[in-house]
C-alpha cells in the first residue's frame, strides 16, 4: 500500500492529469482548492472512475451542498447542482425521483453533511435512493476559514474554540450502517489509487452508496487531520472482513483509533424507485 | 307544486356534533346531494384542533338558486347531533329558522342540557327520536346523523332520489348491506320529515338552470387544488403533513400512482422544497404543499430556487398564526412571508385564488409559469377555502398547457451552452440533464451567463434585473385572471380591494351595498407578486375610497399595496380564526360611503 | 412481567391518579389524549418518577416539539416549553446551557424527533448535554391525523401511503448508540412498571439519556404498533446483557424482531457543561 | 513644522496585493497607528470570494483631521504589493495622487505587467525596492509590506512612534525577535520615504483635537458588536459560522470565556436560534448572529419567539444576494425578511445600526428591549459595516442596564399565575424557571392568559393586540437613536432618507449638496421594526422631494416607508457588491434640486 505523507500539488498533477485523457469529465477550469488539498485527489478520482466506468456525461449529474467540497461539480463536465449548504441529499433525491435513469453523484463536507444536513443522511439511507454519496471529511469547516466540524476530535484548537474542542466526533460510519445504507465504505485522499477503486465500486452499486473519504485540509489544520497523521494511522480493512456481514461490519467501524479502508457493508435491496414502481403498480390494479 | 319554480332559494343549513357524531359525513351527504340536484352550494366545516378527543363539528351547507359567493352569518336551520355542542350555536338561527334534534337523550339530562330550554322564541323546533329510529332500523344508533339528513329532506322537500344515489357512490366499496342499511335509516327519517306538519316557506324551491344536474361537482378548495395538479400533468410531489394542506398531499398519494406519477412524504419542509427543485430541474412538473410554518422553513430554498431560476409550485394553505398559532382556525396572515419572506432580492410569483374554481385554475397555471418563466411559484390558499365546498363546473377540456419551458435552439451552437444566457424576454433557453452537450452547473451563487460564479458588479446588476424583469409578463398570462373587477362601472363612492378567501364576503357585502344604493365595486387582485400595480392604481383613483378587508392583524396586503402605489387604502382587519362577516364589511362600506375623506380621521 | 393487552382507558385511571399523590406533577387538566392512548402511561410515569425522585418541580422544566406527544408539557405541574415540531433538543440545549441546574426532560414523537428533527439529535448526544430524552414511538403521525412516520413498517398503509409504505423503518436505538448517547433504553407504554424504573433511571443518569418507549396508537394505527402485537412481541433484555459494554449493546439493538425492554447502554463522559466549565477554566488561566 | 497645525488632512491610502502579500495586515498597522495618532479614520477591507487561493485584498484607509462618515471613491494614494491585482486600481488614485509600487520585480516582467506603465501623468510615481530592503534587513521578503507602509508613513511625514507602538502591540505574544526586525523593516521603509523628494501637499496636517489619543480605538463594526454583548453581559451564545457574521462569534468564543460566558457553535443556523431561544427563556441574555440564508432558516423560530414572548437577540450581517448570492460582497437586500420574513403576524423588532459606533449602542440595547419587551430583536448590520473600520471612542462607563426584566410582585397570588396576562403596556411579568411555585408552560399556539392552548375569537384578537401594541413604546425606548435629522433644519428642497451602513455616504453627500447651496437634510431610520411612522412622514413633509439611496434591487426600504406614510419617495438602488458612490446619491440630489415633482415622471 503506497502511503502519500506530502501534500500533493497541483502543478505536479498537471500534465498526469492532461495526458489521463480523463479530463472529458473534467471542466475546462481547474479547481481553485487550495494547493495540496486533498480534494484534489477525488476530483482526480471521480473522473478516473467514469471514464473507466464509461459513464455518459449527459446522463450524469454531480451535486452538491455549500462548502470547498461543494464547489467539485464546477470542476465537473458533467451537469451540475451546487445547492444550498446541508441540501444536497434532498435535491438529490427528487433529482432521482424525477429521473430515475440519471447517474446521480453527491458530494459534500462534513459539516455539510452532519452538521446542517444531519436530518437528511438517515433518510436518503433508509430510502436505498439509488445515488452515490461522497463525504469530504477534513474534520474542518474550510471554506469560511476553520472552525471545527462534528468530526473534529476533541482539544482540536480553531477560531471558534480557541480553548479547544470539548464535543465528541461523530462516527459516521457507525451512523450510515444504523441508518441502513446498502453500501458503506471508507477511502483516503492520500492513496488515490484506491480511492479511485472505491468511487468505482460505489457508483457501481445499485442504491444508496456512502463513500467516506479522508482529506486533509492543508491550510486550515496542521495539527489533527494532516497527511503526516493519517498515513501513519489507516490500514486496510482485514482481507477476513465479510462485507456481506451486517454486524461485523459496525464491529469494525466501531475502531475509530486505526480508520480501516475499504467497503465496510454492502448488501442488495429494493430502491426507492422500485418501491415507487410497486405503488404505481398496485394503484394501477386498483 | 308549480310554484316552486318561481321561489327563489336561499337556505343555510348547519349540522352541529361530536367528532363522533358523524357530523361531517351528514353534512357532505347534503351538500353532495343538492350539488347533484343542480343548486348552487357552498359549504364549510369546521372541525376541533388538531388534539384528538370529541371536540366539536359543524357542518354548514348553504343551498341556492342563484349564484352567491359566501356562507350567512345565520343559518335557516340547525341540526343538533349533540346538544352540549349545538346549543352555543342556537343563537345563529335566525328568526323563523328551524332547530332540529334528539327529542330522546339516552338518559334524563341535567337542568338547561337539552337544546329546546334554549330556543328564542322565534325558533320552529323540530324534536325528533334520531337515535331511537337509527336503533329501530339499522339496529344501532350509528346511523342517526343519517336519519338526521333524511328527516332534514322530508320537511324541506327535497328530492330523495339525489340522496340515494349519493349514499350508494359513497359507501359503493363497502359491504351491500351497510349500503342498505344507510338508505333505509335515510328514508326513514325521510318519511318522519315528510308527515311533519310545516310551514310553507321551508319549501325550497326550483334548483337554478335545469339539466346542469351532471356537470355540477361538490369540491373543496383542496381538491380543486389536487384535479389542478393532475391535470397540468404533474410528475412529482414531495410534502410534509400539516394542517390545513395535509389534505392536498394525501389526496394526490392516492390519484398520482394511478397515472404513474410519483410521491414521497420527506422527512421535513426543506427537503420536501429541495426535492421538488431538485425534480424541477429535470424538466419535471414536481410541487409541494403546507402552511405558513412549512413556507417559512422553506425560505431559504425558495431563494435557492429564484437565483438558480428551477421551477418549483408551492401550495401554502395559511391558518392562525403566528407560529404553531391556531391550527384549525383561518387566516391570511401569511401574505408577508410568501411574498418577502426571502434572503436578498429573491423574486417569485405567488397567486392568490379566491374561490374553488380560483384552486382549480391557479394550481394548473401554476406549472405553466413556473416553467415557462423558470421560476417558483406560490399559490397562496387558507384553511377556509382548503376546506370551504362549492358546487362548480370544471372545463370539459383539460385547459393546460403540457410543456412551457423554453429549449435550447437544436442547431444552436451547443459548446458554449449558457444557462444563463442574457435574452429579450430575460428568460434564457433551458437545457436539463439528458440533453447532449449542454452540460453546466446551476448555483445559488451569484454567476455569470454560463452559470460560473462570478461577484463582477456589472454581472451582479445584469443578473438582478433579469430575475427582476423576467417575471413582468406574467402580469399578462393568458388564461388567468390576475385580477379584476367587478359591480359599477367608472368612478364609484366606495371600492373595495380584496384577495384570496375573503372575496366571497366582500362580494356580497359589495351586492348588499349596491341594493342600497351606495355607488360601489369591488377588485380581487390574484397575482400578489409581480403585483399588478396599473390596474390597481386605476381602480383606487375610480373610487373615492378603498377599503381593504383582510384576515390578519398586520394589514399586510393593505400595507402591500400602498407600497406599491403610493395610495392611501381603509384597512378592515379581523382575527378571529373565522371568515370575515359579510355585515362587518358592509357596516365599513357604508360608514365611507356616508362621509368620504375621513382619512384624515384614521 | 405483566402483559397488557388491553388499552389503558382514562377512566379506570383517574381514581388511581388521584390517589397516587402524584397530582403534585400533575397540571389541572388530564390529558386530551384518545382514550387508550399509550401516552398515558408515560405521563404517569413521569410524574411517577418524579414523586419518588423528588424532583423540585420549579426546578424543573419540560421541553416538546409539536405532536400528540409534544403536548406533554401542558398536563404537567412543571415549568414546560412546548416550542416547534422537530427543534425540541436545541431548544433544551440552551436551557442547560444558560441554568445547568434545572432538570430538563425532553419528549417527542417519532416524526418530531427522526423526520423533522433529525439534525438535532446527533449533537444532543455527542455533546452528552445532560438532559433526559423521552421519546414516544407510535410509529406513526397522531397529531395530524395518521401518516406514516420514519419508524412506520413497510406496508404501513397510511392517509399518504394508500398503496402501502415502501421506505424502510429507522432504528432509532442503534442511531442513539452511534452518535454517543451515554445512556440508552427502551420501555413499553404497556408495562407501566418497568416503564417508570426506566424513566427514574434516565434522568438519574448524568448526561444524556435516551429513553425509547413504545406507544400504541389506537386511533390510527390499527395494524402494527398495537397493544396486541407489542405485547405479543417484547422481550426484557438477557439478564446477563452487560449495559457498560459498547459492542454488546450495538448488537442487542440490532435485533428488530424482537423488541428487548431494559437499559441498553450506560456510561459516565464529561457533559457539556463541564467541558464549558474547562473551556472557562482554560481562558480564565490564560 | 508649524504649518502643519492649520492644515486641513483629509487622505485615502489603498494597498492592493494578493492574499499572501500581507495586503490586509500591512493596512492594520496603517490605520491602528493613523487612530492612535488622533487622527479620525475610516478603512475597509477588501476580500477576495470565499474559497481560497490567491485572490486581490485591498485595504483601504480614509485618514482625516475632521470628522468624516465614509470612503472616498478616489484614492489620494496607491500602494501596490502585486502589480497584476493594482493595476485595474490606478483608475482610482486621484490627479497628482501617488503611486507607490516595488521596482524590483523578481523576474523581468511581460510587457504591460508593471504597473509603472500604466499610471496617468497626472500620477506621482514611487518605485521602491520593498522586496530588496526587506531580504536586506530581515533576511526575507516576507516583511515588504511592512516596509511598504515604512516608507508610506516617511514619504508622508507620518509620526514613527505610533507605529512602533501598533507593531509592537501587534507582535506580543510572538518572538522578541520577530518584533524586532518587524521594527527595523519598517524604519528601513520610513528612512527611504523621508529621504525621498517629495512635494508639500503630500504631508499630513495635525490630527483633529489634541490629547484624545489615548481613548480613540480603531474598531470593526463586528467587533463593535462584540463589544456592546460584551459590555451588555451577555451569558450565552449560539451560531453557526457564515461570512460576514463568522467574525462576531470568533471574537465573543475568545472573549466570552474569560468572563465565565458559555458559547456553542450549534450544527445548524435553526439549533442556533433554538438555543438562543432556549437560554432566552430562563432570563439568561442570549444571542446568535447570522447573515441572509441564516435568517432564512430562523424564520419559524423567530415566530414561536414573537409568540412565546421570549426574548432574543439576532445579529444579521447582510451580504450580495439572494441565496448564496455574493458571500463576500456588501447589499442591503435582507431588509424585507427581517421585517417581514415570519408566519403570521409574528411582529419584532429590528435595528439597522448606521455606523461602527451604533453597532455598539444597538447591540447593547438590544438586549435590554428584548428583555423588556419580551420579544425577539435583530440587528441588521451589512458586510460594509461589520467589516469596516472606524477610530471611535466608546462611553467611559458602561451604558447599558443589567436586568429589564420585568418580574411578578413578590406577594402577588401565585397560584394561578399568568405568564401572558393583559396588562396595561401590554408586558406580561415573567417568572422563568426557579422561580418559586410559578410553573406555566410557554408554547407557539395561540394562548389564553395562563398559556393555556386556545383558539377562541376573543383570546386571538386581544393576544394579537398585546403582541404588537407591547412594542410601540420600544419607539421612545431611551439611550438610543431611533431615527435622526441631520443638515439644514425646516422645510428643504431635498430630504435623503437612508438606513444602515450607506447611510455614511449619504452624509457625505447631503454635506457635498450644502456646500453647492442645494437646501437639504438627510434622516436616518435605525429602528425600522416598529417604524418610527410619525417622526418619517413629518420629515418626508418638510421636503420638496424625498430620495431614499439603498443597496439592493428592489427598493425594500423605500416600498416599506411609502407603505406605513402613504408618501411616494424617489429610489436610488445599486447592487454592485459595493458600498454606494457618494457621487451617485450627489446627482440626483442635484436632480431632485434641479426640478422638483418629477416624481409623476418616475
Ligand atoms: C445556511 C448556511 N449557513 C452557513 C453557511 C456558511 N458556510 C459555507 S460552507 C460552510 C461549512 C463548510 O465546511 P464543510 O461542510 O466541512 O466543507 P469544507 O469547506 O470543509 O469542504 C459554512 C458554515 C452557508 N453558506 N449557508
Ligand atoms: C414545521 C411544521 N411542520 C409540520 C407540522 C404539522 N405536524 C404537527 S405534529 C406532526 C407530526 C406528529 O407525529 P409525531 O411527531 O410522531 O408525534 P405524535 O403525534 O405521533 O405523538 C406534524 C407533521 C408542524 N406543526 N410544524
Ligand atoms: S481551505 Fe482546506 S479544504 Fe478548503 S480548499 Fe483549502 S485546503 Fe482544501
Ligand atoms: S391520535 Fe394516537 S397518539 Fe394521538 S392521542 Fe390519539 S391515540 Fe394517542
Ligand atoms: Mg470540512
Ligand atoms: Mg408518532
Redesign the interface.
Known amino acids: 500500500m503506497m502511503n502519500v505523507t506530502e501534500p500533493v500539488y497541483l502543478e505536479d498533477k498537471l500534465e498526469e492529469i492532461e495526458g489521463s485523457g480523463k479530463l472529458a469529465y473534467r471542466a475546462e477550469v481547474l479547481p481553485t482548492w487550495c494547493p495540496g488539498c486533498g480534494y484534489f485527489s477525488i476530483v482526480e478520482g471521480v473522473s478516473k472512475a467514469m471514464t473507466e466506468l464509461g459513464l455518459d456525461q449527459r446522463e450524469t449529474v454531480c451535486v452538491s451542498g455549500i462548502g470547498c467540497a461543494s464547489r467539485f461539480p464546477f470542476f465537473m463536465n458533467t451537469y451540475g447542482f451546487h445547492s444550498l449548504h446541508g441540501r444536497a441529499l434532498p435535491v438529490a433525491t427528487g433529482i432521482k425521483v424525477a429521473n430515475d435513469d440519471l447517474t446521480v453523484v453527491v458530494v459534500g463536507g462534513d459539516g455539510d453533511a452532519f452538521a446542517i444536513g444531519g436530518a437528511h443522511i438517515p433518510h436518503a439511507a433508509r430510502r436505498n435512493v439509488d445515488i452515490t454519496y461522497i463525504l469530504f471529511d477534513n474534520g474542518v469547516y474550510g471554506l469560511t476559514k476553520g472552525q471545527t466540524s462534528p468530526t473534529s476530535v476533541v482539544g482540536f484548537k480553531t477560531t471558534t474554540t480557541p480553548y479547544l474542542n470539548v464535543d465528541q466526533p461523530l462516527n459516521p460510519l457507525t451512523m450510515l450502517l444504523s441508518y441502513g445504507a446498502s453500501w458503506v465504505a471508507q477511502a483516503y485522499a492520500g492513496e488515490p489509487h484506491h480511492l479511485t477503486e472505491m468511487i468505482k465500486a460505489a457508483i457501481d452499486h445499485r442504491g444508496f452508496s456512502y463513500l467516506h473519504v479522508l482529506s486533509p485540509c492543508v491550510t486550515f489544520d496542521k495539527t489533527s487531520m494532516t497527511y503526516q497523521n493519517l498515513s501513519m494511522k489507516v490500514r486496510p480493512l482485514p482481507d477476513e472482513h465479510d462485507a456481506s456481514d451486517f454486524a461485523a461490519a459496525m464491529t469494525a467501524a466501531q475502531n475509530i483509533e486505526v480508520p480501516q479502508l475499504g467497503v465496510y457493508f454492502s448488501s442488495e435491496r429494493p430502491t426507492l424507485a422500485d418501491g415507487m414502481d410497486d405503488v404505481v403498480a398496485r394503484a394501477k390494479a386498483g | 307544486m308549480a310554484n316552486k319554480d318561481n321561489h327563489k332559494t336561499d337556505i343555510q343549513i348547519a349540522i352541529c356534533g361530536s367528532a363522533g357524531d358523524g357530523t361531517i359525513a351528514a353534512g357532505d351527504i347534503l351538500k353532495q346531494a343538492m350539488a347533484k340536484a343542480g343548486y348552487n352550494v357552498i359549504a364549510f366545516d369546521v372541525y376541533p384542533?388538531?388534539?384528538?378527543?370529541f371536540g366539536k363539528c359543524i357542518a354548514r351547507a348553504r343551498i341556492t338558486s342563484e349564484q352567491v359567493y359566501s356562507l350567512k352569518s345565520e343559518s335557516d336551520c340547525l341540526i343538533s347531533l349533540d346538544d352540549s355542542h349545538a346549543i352555543p350555536h342556537v343563537s345563529e338561527v335566525c328568526k323563523f329558522g328551524s332547530v332540529i334534534y334528539d327529542d330522546t337523550p339516552i338518559s334524563s339530562v341535567a337542568e338547561g342540557a337539552h337544546i329546546s330550554s334554549h330556543l328564542a322564541p322565534a325558533h320552529l323546533p323540530y324534536g325528533v327520536a334520531f337515535r331511537e329510529i337509527s336503533e329501530r332500523i339499522t339496529s344501532s344508533a350509528r346511523s342517526r346523523n343519517i336519519v338526521a339528513v333524511g328527516y332534514l329532506a322530508g320537511l324541506y322537500d327535497m328530492p330523495a332520489d339525489v340522496f340515494h344515489q349519493v349514499i350508494a357512490s359513497k359507501f359503493s366499496g363497502k359491504s351491500k348491506e351497510l349500503t342498505q342499511s344507510v338508505t333505509a335509516a335515510f328514508d326513514a327519517g325521510f318519511q318522519a320529515g315528510v308527515d311533519t306538519f310545516r310551514l310553507h316557506f321551508d319549501r325550497i324551491g326550483a334548483p337554478r338552470g335545469r339539466g346542469r344536474q351532471t356537470d355540477l361537482v361538490m369540491m373543496s378548495g383542496n381538491a380543486a387544488t389536487v384535479q389542478g395538479c393532475l391535470d397540468a400533468g404533474i410528475?412529482?410531489f414531495?410534502?410534509?403533513?400539516?394542517?390545513p394542506a395535509?389534505r392536498i398531499?394525501?389526496m394526490l398519494?392516492?390519484e398520482m400512482?394511478?397515472r404513474?406519477?410519483?410521491?414521497?412524504?420527506?422527512?421535513?419542509?426543506?427537503?420536501?422544497i429541495?426535492?421538488?427543485?431538485?425534480?424541477?430541474?429535470?424538466?419535471?412538473r414536481?410541487a409541494t404543499a403546507t402552511?405558513?410554518?412549512g413556507?417559512?422553513?422553506m425560505?431559504?430554498?425558495m431563494?435557492?430556487g429564484?437565483?438558480?431560476e428551477v421551477p418549483a409550485v408551492a401550495f401554502v394553505s395559511q391558518r392562525?398564526?403566528?407560529?404553531?398559532?391556531?391550527?384549525?382556525?383561518t387566516?391570511q396572515?401569511?401574505l408577508?412571508?410568501a411574498?418577502?419572506?426571502?434572503?436578498?432580492?429573491?423574486?417569485r410569483i405567488v397567486l392568490a385564488p379566491t374561490n374553488v374554481e380560483g384552486c382549480y385554475k391557479c394550481a394548473g397555471k401554476a406549472f405553466e409559469m413556473a416553467e415557462k418563466f423558470q421560476t417558483p411559484v406560490i399559490v397562496l390558499l387558507d384553511l377556509y377555502l382548503s376546506n370551504r365546498y362549492e358546487a362548480v363546473q370544471l372545463p370539459a377540456k383539460n385547459p393546460f398547457a403540457a410543456d412551457c419551458s423554453k429549449a435550447p435552439r437544436r442547431n444552436a451552437n451547443q459548446a458554449g451552452y449558457s444557462r444563463y444566457k442574457l435574452t429579450g424576454d430575460n428568460v434564457s433557453p433551458r437545457a436539463?440533464?439528458?440533453?447532449?452537450?449542454?452540460?453546466?452547473?446551476?448555483?445559488?451563487?451569484?454567476h455569470d451567463e454560463r452559470g460560473?460564479?462570478s461577484?463582477q458588479?456589472?454581472i451582479?446588476?445584469a443578473m438582478?434585473?433579469k430575475?427582476?424583469d423576467k417575471l413582468l409578463p406574467a402580469l399578462k398570462y393568458p388564461g388567468i385572471t390576475i385580477s379584476k373587477r367587478f359591480g359599477d362601472k367608472g368612478k364609484v363612492d366606495v371600492g373595495i380591494l380584496g384577495w384570496g378567501s375573503t372575496f366571497g364576503e366582500i362580494l356580497e357585502a359589495m351586492i348588499e351595498a349596491r341594493k342600497e344604493g351606495i355607488s360601489c365595486s369591488a377588485m380581487k387582485v390574484v397575482m400578489l407578486s409581480p403585483l399588478p400595480v396599473g390596474p390597481i392604481i386605476e381602480f383606487i383613483d375610480d373610487c373615492g375610497e378603498v377599503l381593504v378587508p383582510e384576515l390578519?392583524?398586520?394589514a399586510?396586503f393593505a400595507?402591500?399595496v400602498?407600497?406599491?402605489t403610493?395610495?392611501?387604502v381603509h384597512r378592515l382587519n379581523?382575527?378571529?380564526?373565522?371568515p370575515m362577516r359579510v355585515g362587518d364589511i358592509l357596516e365599513q362600506i357604508r360608514i365611507l360611503a356616508g362621509r368620504g375623506g375621513l382619512l384624515a380621521a384614521e
Not at chain 2, 426535492?275 to 419535471?284: D, E, M, Q, R
Not at chain 2, 392562525?320 to 382556525?329: A, C, D, E, R
Open positions: 384542533p388538531e388534539i384528538r378527543g410528475d412529482a414531495f410534502g410534509y403533513p400539516i394542517t395535509t398531499m394525501e398519494a392516492s400512482p394511478k404513474g406519477g410519483r410521491l414521497l412524504q420527506t422527512e421535513d419542509e426543506i427537503s420536501a429541495a426535492a421538488t427543485i431538485g425534480a424541477g430541474y429535470t424538466g419535471a414536481a402552511s405558513g410554518p413556507l417559512a422553513l425560505s431559504e430554498m431563494g435557492l429564484a437565483m438558480a392562525g398564526g403566528p407560529s404553531t398559532g391556531m391550527p384549525t382556525k387566516e396572515s401569511d408577508n412571508l411574498v418577502f419572506g426571502v434572503a436578498g432580492d429573491g423574486q436539463v440533464p439528458g440533453d447532449p452537450d449542454r452540460m453546466h452547473t446551476v448555483t445559488g451563487l451569484e460560473r460564479p461577484d458588479p456589472q451582479h446588476q438582478s434585473r430575475r427582476h390578519n392583524y398586520e399586510q400595507s402591500l400602498t407600497g406599491a403610493d395610495r392611501p379581523r382575527v378571529a380564526g373565522t
